[in-house]
């Protein structure tokens, strides 16, 4: 069985830092393009990040540019996501993704993790 298996979330005050794991297992890792997505109560899935099967190119939506970073370690079929500088904002329900590439360019997720829950507050 197919398997994403997020950790790391919790409880953080603003300007702190939390690094989010996601440990896939039963598929070819190395194939899969990986991102994170959240979702906060009641709202939509908003996109986060996203890193290329290597792991040499990363993306990032602009709120969290230069304060995430996507990393990914295919050797151990996990991918990071380094949260710094946290803001209330940042208060989501976060999971990672694991997408084929399809010819276009675009990614389409095949495999969901079950989410881990960020909530940053003084």
């Known amino acids: 069985e197919v398997q994403l298996v997020e950790s790391g979330g919790g409880l953080v005050q603003p300007g702190g830092s939390l690094r989010l794991a996601c440990k896939a297992s039963?598929?070819?890792?190395?194939?899969?393009?990986m991102s994170w997505i959240r979702q906060a109560p009641g709202k939509g899935l908003e996109w986060v990040s996203a890193?290329?099967?290597?792991?040499?190119?990363?993306m990032y939506v602009d709120s969290v540019k230069g304060r995430f970073t996507i990393s990914r370690d295919n050797a151990k079929n996990t991918v990071y996501l380094q949260m710094n500088s946290l803001k209330p904002e940042d208060t989501d329900v976060y999971y990672c993704?694991?997408?084929?590439?399809?010819?276009?360019?675009?990614?389409?997720?095949?495999?969901w993790g079950q989410g881990t829950q960020v909530t940053v507050s003084s």
């Open positions: 993704a694991a997408n084929r590439i399809l010819a276009s360019g675009n990614y389409y997720p095949d495999y």
């Open positions: 039963m598929f070819t890792f190395s194939d899969y393009a």
């Open positions: 890193i290329t099967p290597g792991g040499n190119s990363a």
